[in-house]
């Protein structure tokens, strides 16, 4: 995973909303979404909960 998609995944984590993870990173919500695709589909999850399962089950964030 990229270090930008271990960011979104460890906001998410922490309870941030889209919005505000856009914010933080001052980029658009699309990007967001976007870097949770990418994670995803390298940590063969599903969706973003199943992907910050994998996360905390491997110590990744």
């Known amino acids: ?3 930008r998609e ?4 460890r906001l998410y984590a922490h309870g941030s909303s889209t919005d505000e993870i856009a914010a933080l990173l ?3 919500k ?3 979404f976007t870097y ?3 994670a ?3 940590l063969h999850a599903a969706d973003r909960k ?3 399962a994998i ?3 491997y110590d990744l964030l």
């Open 1 to 3: 995973m990229s270090s």
């Open 50 to 52: 199943e992907a910050l």
């Open 55 to 57: 996360c905390a089950r």
């Open 26 to 28: 001052n980029v658009s």
């Open 36 to 38: 949770v695709n990418r």
């Open 30 to 32: 699309g990007s967001v």
């Open 40 to 42: 995803c589909r390298k």
């Open 6 to 9: 271990r960011d979104v995944l």
